[in-house]
């Protein structure tokens, strides 16, 4: 049998990067774009409504599915009364989901909102909002309330939904209209911010609401970057973390202070990123996945990671088509779900979904595929090799750039830890053979 290697060559800056390992995960049975989804309390994922991605003629679903961690599978549910995309949910107080307006198969806003039972798997109708919206955005307050900004007809209103009496009524108005692609994030405190986003142009305002005056207050210190389609995400040392999204698509994030109230740029990403939902990993950092470049779109480093510490970006070297307008969860064991989205050359929706394992033994980034995992990479002394569903001999082979064999090793378990120390920094091939097959891998990166 020939093998076929090949190089990737690229320039590794070798500091720190985080441990995630690229781990398939069973696909939706209905693609889906547009839609939203919720982490339900028994550690299932709704992912609810959404479109088939056309972008001139969508098709808006009712159809819902739930994603058991269990079996790493999807499974339909209970479908709501009425198509739905461009839609928010949110969790309820009782563990139930609460779907909020949103856009029928002929393009109009609505106003209605259900709730799913997670104990029936059933949708029934509740109070309507007081005017119709799409393109808008829901977060839940500390008091189990729900608030929701923005949207399609354009308004300055902001509502509340009251868990406990089933009814909306209006809040304080933004100060700026914010139409869509406008991201909301909770502070310590529990006021909210909201910035960026869009009503003709990109926005470098944000402003806070407090929930117990029902008020949104001005920052007076603008962004450093006009943004839409970002994400915010609350660091552990109580700033925010604002990634993406602009009419350039940029590689730039910056920091915000809600102590001093101010904005600060913070080093630029490896990536441009819009439309990518960020989260943030068990140790404080912070992930984003797929978009990237649009102009080569197939040799996207689709995983970045913030690094909180460093205030650092650092990239996997895993490549990949980008997606946008996926919706993203950490599960109830550390694994990172990302759901569907959009391919970013606007193909149509995804069915696929990608799960994101973190290796809480180590600090830096793990690659894999569905039967064969390594990991750290780039790695520095010691590699742990991981190999799913074999039981035979497995041997680890690895090459420098000119295909000679550098190390090779037979691994005496599932899973083994391989001594690199003695291999001189820089970019390797390996493969692993097993039951009399070769995985290849594309590279490996030596860093110090």
Same mark, same amino acid.
């Given at each position: 049998?020939?093998?076929?290697?090949?190089?990737?060559?690229?320039?590794?800056?070798?500091?720190?990067?985080?441990?995630?390992?690229?781990?398939?995960?069973?696909?939706?049975?209905?693609?889906?774009?547009?839609?939203?989804?919720?982490?339900?309390?028994?550690?299932?994922?709704?992912?609810?409504?959404?479109?088939?991605?056309?972008?001139?003629?969508?098709?808006?679903?009712?159809?819902?599915?739930?994603?058991?961690?269990?079996?790493?599978?999807?499974?339909?549910?209970?479908?709501?009364?009425?198509? %739905?995309?461009?839609?928010?949910?949110?969790? /309820?107080?009782? =563990?139930? *989901? !609460?779907?909020? $307006? @949103? +856009? &029928?198969?002929?393009?109009?806003?609505?106003?209605?909102?259900?709730?799913?039972?997670?104990?029936?798997?059933?949708?029934?109708?509740?109070?309507?909002?007081?005017?119709?919206?799409?393109?808008?955005?829901?977060?839940?307050?500390?008091?189990?309330?729900?608030?929701?900004?923005?949207?399609?007809?354009?308004?300055?209103?902001?509502?509340?939904?009251?868990?406990?009496?089933?009814?909306?009524?209006?809040?304080?108005?933004?100060?700026?209209?914010?139409?869509?692609?406008?991201?909301?994030?909770?502070?310590?405190?529990?006021?909210?911010?909201?910035?960026?986003?869009?009503?003709?142009?990109?926005?470098?305002?944000?402003?806070?609401?407090?929930?117990?005056?029902?008020?949104?207050?001005?920052?007076?210190?603008?962004?450093?970057?006009? %943004?839409?389609?970002?994400?915010?995400?609350? /660091?552990?040392? =109580?700033? *925010? !973390?604002?990634? $993406? @999204? +602009? &009419?350039?698509?940029?590689?730039?994030?910056?920091?915000?202070?809600?102590?001093?109230?101010?904005?600060?740029?913070?080093?630029?990403?490896?990536?441009?990123?819009?439309?990518?939902?960020?989260?943030?990993?068990?140790?404080?950092?912070?992930?984003?996945?797929?978009?990237?470049?649009?102009?080569?779109?197939?040799?996207?480093?689709?995983?970045?990671?913030?690094?909180?510490?460093?205030?650092?970006?650092?990239?996997?070297?895993?490549?990949?088509?980008?997606?946008?307008?996926?919706?993203?969860?950490?599960?109830?064991?550390?694994?990172?779900?990302?759901?569907?989205?959009?391919?970013?050359?606007?193909?149509?929706?995804?069915?696929?979904?990608?799960?994101?394992?973190?290796?809480?033994?180590?600090?830096?980034?793990?690659?894999?595929?569905?039967?064969?995992?390594?990991?750290?990479?780039?790695?520095?002394?010691?590699?742990?090799?991981?190999?799913?569903?074999?039981?035979?001999?497995?041997?680890?082979?690895?090459?420098?750039?000119?295909?000679?064999?550098?190390?090779?090793?037979?691994?005496?378990?599932?899973?083994?830890?391989?001594?690199?120390?003695?291999?001189?920094?820089?970019?390797?091939?390996?493969?692993?053979?097993?039951?009399?097959?070769?995985?290849?891998?594309?590279?490996?990166?030596?860093?110090?």
């Amino acid at each position: 049998m020939k093998k076929l290697y090949f190089l990737i060559t690229f320039i590794a800056i070798c500091t720190y990067s985080n441990a995630q390992i690229l781990i398939g995960s069973s696909n939706l049975n209905e693609a889906r774009y547009m839609h939203d989804s919720e982490l339900l309390n028994n550690g299932k994922v709704l992912a609810v409504g959404g479109d088939n991605g056309v972008w001139l003629s969508p098709e808006s679903f009712s159809s819902c599915e739930l994603y058991n961690p269990a079996t790493n599978s999807w499974s339909f549910t209970g479908s709501m009364n009425q198509e %739905r995309h461009l839609l928010a949910t949110a969790m /309820l107080p009782s =563990g139930n *989901v !609460l779907a909020i $307006g @949103g +856009s &029928n198969v002929d393009l109009d806003a609505l106003s209605s909102c259900e709730i799913y039972d997670i104990a029936t798997s059933t949708w029934s109708y509740t109070d309507s909002m007081l005017q119709e919206r799409k393109f808008h955005d829901a977060i839940e307050l500390s008091d189990g309330r729900i608030l929701v900004v923005g949207g399609l007809p354009t308004t300055n209103t902001t509502e509340i939904y009251d868990p406990s009496t089933s009814t909306w009524s209006y809040t304080g108005d933004v100060n700026v209209r914010r139409d869509l692609g406008f991201s909301l994030v909770m502070l310590v405190d529990g006021r909210i911010m909201v910035s960026g986003g869009d009503d003709a142009q990109s926005k470098n305002s944000a402003e806070i609401y407090d929930p117990q005056a029902g008020t949104w207050q001005l920052i007076p210190n603008d962004l450093t970057e006009s %943004r839409k389609y970002h994400s915010s995400v609350l /660091l552990d040392n =109580g700033q *925010v !973390l604002i990634v $993406g @999204g +602009s &009419n350039y698509f940029p590689d730039k994030s910056e920091l915000f202070d809600p102590v001093s109230n101010t904005f600060s740029a913070s080093i630029t990403m490896q990536e441009v990123r819009s439309g990518t939902p960020a989260i943030k990993l068990d140790n404080g950092n912070v992930l984003v996945y797929g978009f990237g470049d649009m102009f080569n779109f197939f040799d996207t480093k689709i995983i970045e990671v913030y690094n909180h510490t460093y205030q650092s970006w650092s990239s996997d070297p895993y490549s990949g088509g980008g997606v946008s307008g996926y919706t993203i969860h950490k599960l109830m064991d550390g694994n990172i779900l990302t759901v569907a989205g959009n391919f970013s050359t606007g193909n149509g929706a995804s069915s696929g979904c990608r799960l994101i394992g973190q290796d809480p033994n180590s600090n830096e980034t793990a690659e894999s595929s569905d039967e064969v995992v390594i990991y750290p990479n780039p790695s520095s002394d010691v590699l742990s090799v991981l190999v799913r569903n074999h039981t035979g001999t497995q041997k680890l082979n690895i090459f420098d750039v000119l295909g000679k064999v550098v190390l090779s090793k037979e691994l005496t378990n599932k899973s083994s830890k391989v001594q690199v120390s003695h291999l001189q920094q820089g970019t390797y091939h390996f493969n692993i053979e097993c039951d009399n097959r070769v995985y290849a891998k594309s590279s490996l990166i030596i860093c110090r």
